[in-house]
């Protein structure tokens, strides 16, 4: 199935620096809000304290909810409707350490019986990770990422060059920085599966990229009289049709986990639209490109021109 023409020939390469000033507007704008807002806002499976779920059968109020916990110290928490507003669910999370949390779940029941009746609400599920947890979690998250980046530039390195591994993990560090700035924009929890989601993510443009490069690679191959340029354009063209059918089809399955999925992977499955979206664009404007510039600043041996 071809959606774009064998033919066509757009200046992608020649778009290059609209798209470098895009990505960096994109990029100071994510980290800007990083500063503004002192980093991601970390959810309980970092930042470490309790989670409680609860459903009430009819329809209620934050404030109220508040209002009953203030019996038992607790007005300060954080409360929010979770899922669809139908379901009348909302999360409770407090910031107690450790030592406090014991019974904390039956304390916020009991407040809550006060104000309602025991048979209007039902505690659905409990979290607890302590502050010593959260702090090692993070630590690992991190680790995880940083130990495949340095995974795909060896690798890269080895099966192409290391000017190609350049351009991929600017690419991939491009994605995850624009992917972590939405959510700090919309104020979205960082929590454990959205490390899973950001490391799909790595995965998925990666993909993207080492077809354009296999290409690259094969018309470099075949084209010695061209200049680098000329094949790096060429190559995209040629690609452009299967990575535009291959986005297309994974944004489907992805939308129908977002709307479909439920709550719980609501943010997960919102992340990969991200992610999807910004590493298809960056697969096509920066990885390959970033070759091309590579280039003009450490020539290979064997010079084919600019």
Known sequence: ME??????????????????????????????????????????????????????????????????????????????????????????RTEKSTSDLKGLSGEI?????????KSEFEVRRVEIVGPKVGKDLRQKGINAMLIAM???????????QFRYAIGAIIALIHDVLITVGVFSLLGKEFTLPIIAALLTIIGYSLNDTIVVYDRIRENIRKFRRQTLREI????????????????????????????????????????????????????????????????TFKPSKKKRGK
């Open 150 to 160: 340095i995974g795909i530039l060896i690798y890269i390195t080895w099966r192409f």
């Open 109 to 117: 029941e009991d407040a809550l019986a006060a104000t309602y009746d």
């Open 232 to 295: 790096i354009n060429s190559s995209i063209n040629q690609v452009l049709s299967r990575t535009i059918l291959t986005s297309a089809t994974t944004l489907l399955v992805v939308f129908a986990l977002f709307f479909l999925g439920g709550a719980v992977i609501h943010d997960f499955a919102f992340a990969l639209l991200v992610g999807i979206l910004v590493g298809t664009y960056s697969s096509v404007f920066i990885a390959s490109p970033t070759i091309l510039a590579w280039e």
């Open 3 to 92: 959606i774009i023409r064998p033919d066509i020939n757009i200046n992608i390469v020649g778009k290059m620096k609209g798209a470098v000033i895009c990505s960096l507007a994109l990029i100071i704008v994510s980290i800007s809000s990083l500063i503004l807002h002192g980093g991601p806002r970390l959810g309980i499976d970092f930042a470490g304290g309790t989670l409680v779920q609860i459903q009430f059968k009819k329809e209620t109020t934050t404030d109220r909810i508040r209002s009953g916990l203030k019996k038992v110290g607790l007005e300060n928490s954080v409360i929010q409707q979770f899922g669809y507003k139908d379901n009348n669910e909302f999360l409770i």
